[in-house]
Nanobody, 125 residues
């Protein structure tokens, strides 16, 4: 069983930055695929970014591309999401997700087996 714990959320003014962290407890790192999703009140859960655990290939939603960077530190079993130039529409509960292999469609929540509890990001306008 994979355990995921997010941290780093908080309240920030528009234009500011945050770095979210996802600490993972896993036995095999070579093939695991990691992703970030977010969900605002009254909205569906949406894809933000994803990264392969061993090779570092990255994927981004159009809404955050150019403002966000997903990265990893295998030694710390941690995946990060650096978010810059934050906007009010970035306000949401952010979830870390994991899957043993890369799914065909990386943006679909149903293709991920493991999820964290979420960390709240609130951007004031």
């Amino acid at each position: 069983q994979v355990q995921l714990v997010e941290s780093g959320g908080g309240l920030v003014q528009a234009g500011g930055s945050l770095r979210l962290s996802c600490a993972a407890s896993v036995r095999t790192f070579s093939t695991y695929f990691m992703g970030w999703f977010r969900q605002a009140p009254g909205k569906e859960r949406e894809f933000v970014a994803a990264i392969t655990w061993d090779r570092g290939s990255t994927y981004y939603a159009a809404s955050v591309k150019g403002r966000s960077t997903i990265s990893r530190d295998n030694g710390k079993n941690t995946v990060y999401l650096q978010m810059n130039s934050l906007k009010a529409e970035d306000t949401a509960l952010y979830y870390c997700a994991a899957h043993p292999v890369r799914p065909q469609y990386v943006s679909l929540p149903v293709h991920y087996d493991y999820w964290g509890q979420g960390t709240q990001v609130t951007v004031s306008s």
